[in-house]
């Protein structure tokens, strides 16, 4: 058998040749493509290795980063079989050779990128004292950050940071897949615990006032509180599902309005009113049992990523449904939201918790009461993900957290996005960037 073999490294010219390209598109391609086990019972993944450069060498790297390396694994494994088989037939796989020199090349800073991200959700965690008027937390936040930090040369950070509220009780873990897409991008991600966590530092009778609350009060308080204690100048706010619904609340405050820069909303829970029956149906048999828990993937994505237990107790989820199932929003509130720079609502078109279409009625209410308040207030920009259930955020993190990052504060008020437009891993969206 005519196995593959490395050859010496040479300095390639910046363009793609047209046989680099024509391999590039049967590796994309192949690369798209999974068999039955990948998709329903285990997604091509590396084996548990501890995270290099550790301080705890026991740590081993979490479930979705072992996605995104085994991705770009998978990619290696693809195209040295290209390589192998053209070789055994007697052809010239020099444009194969040449294109997997360049993504070695890539993928090389990508992966020593994942390690130092996957480190950081472990030790890059500060813990933030609040006051609210129910009662003080000590809350875990995780800042994930690439940037190198110091120097006598290095240049100010005019970076403004994302304060990313995630889905409903979740620790910083649990939004892995969303949040080092915004990092690997080049963003300043500050990500807290929700205080269901028992991670977090609460009061002794925090069941008892969330058992009290008939709308999002108690977690908006928790949120400012948060931005308060840690100073910030300037922040754009991401919120997803849960979080999303928190972020359009604290982005009614007026303290909050002065610091504000970008609100970004993804898939928010609220904008529809619904029964706790029919939101608990949505969760758990439309997105949990029919979408989700069949695929490989969506499982790893939306709900291990890098956590090993979840740490939020039933009763405090229940209580969690039973506010949201009460939370809708009024478009005469949502009209006063105001912030310096973008205001987006993202949501997918599959989803089983935000109705696109109604949502859609809504924010041109809301965009009406608006313009008419102020006439150049830039519109609220809606971004449909066809195809996109609620779980898009997680599955499609990496082109999602590029698009984000590279689009300007634009102008179009409604814009469809295919998913596919939308990389779901750190190799599809190399592949995408070579031509």
Request: glycine letters at 8%; zero cysteines.
């Amino acid at each position: 058998m005519n196995e593959w073999q490395p050859r010496p490294r040479k300095k390639l010219p910046p363009d793609l040749t047209p046989g680099e390209i024509e391999a590039l598109e049967a590796l994309r391609a192949q690369l798209s493509e999974t068999t039955l086990v990948e998709r329903h019972m285990a997604a091509y993944q590396t084996r548990e290795a501890p995270i290099r450069g550790a301080e705890n060498p026991d740590l081993v790297r979490d479930e979705v980063f072992r996605f995104e390396r085994g991705q770009i694994y998978k990619a290696y494994e693809i195209l040295r079989g290209h390589i192998r088989e053209i070789e055994a037939g007697g052809g010239d796989a020099t444009d194969q050779r040449n294109l997997l020199l360049r993504i070695r090349e890539r993928a090389k800073t990508r992966e020593r990128n994942l390690d130092r991200l996957n480190r950081q959700y472990h030790e890059n965690v500060r813990m933030v004292e609040v006051e609210t008027e129910y009662g003080t937390f000590v809350v875990p936040v995780v800042e994930l950050d690439l940037r190198e930090q110091g120097g006598e040369e290095s240049e100010p950070d005019e970076r403004t940071p994302y304060f990313m509220l995630g889905s409903v009780a979740t620790n910083y873990h649990q939004t892995a897949a969303l949040s080092m897409g915004l990092a690997l991008a080049g963003a300043r991600v500050l990500v807290p615990m929700w205080p269901e966590q028992e991670a977090v530092g609460r009061p002794d009778n925090f069941p008892q006032q969330l058992a009290q609350q008939q709308d999002l009060g108690l977690h908006t308080a928790y949120a400012k509180a948060l931005l308060q204690q840690m100073n910030l100048s300037s922040v754009n706010i991401m919120g997803v599902s849960m979080g999303g619904s928190v972020a359009l609340e604290l982005a009614q405050d007026p303290e909050v309005q002065g610091i504000l820069q970008d609100l970004i909303v993804i898939e928010p829970v609220g904008l529809q009113k619904k029964s706790l029956l029919r939101l608990g149906r949505d969760f758990l048999v439309s997105e949990g049992l029919i979408k989700t828990a069949p695929y490989s993937e969506a499982r790893i994505k939306t709900l291990t990523q890098g956590s090993r237990t979840n740490t939020s107790s039933f009763a405090l989820l229940r209580q969690n449904g039973r506010i949201l199932s009460n939370t809708h929003f009024e478009a005469a509130a949502l009209a006063k939201i105001q912030p310096k720079g973008k205001f987006q609502i993202w949501m997918g078109t599959r989803s089983s918790i935000v109705d696109s279409a109604a949502a859609q009625e809504l924010i041109s209410e809301v965009e009406t009461l608006r313009q008419h308040d102020d006439s150049d207030a830039a519109p609220v920009a809606v971004r449909v993900v066809q195809g996109g259930t609620h779980g898009w955020p997680f599955l499609n993190g990496i082109g999602f957290a590029e698009m984000l990052l590279a689009e300007e504060n634009s102008q179009e008020r409604v814009t469809t996005v295919s998913l596919q437009e939308l990389a779901n891993s750190s190799m599809a969206q190399l592949l995408k960037g070579l031509g």
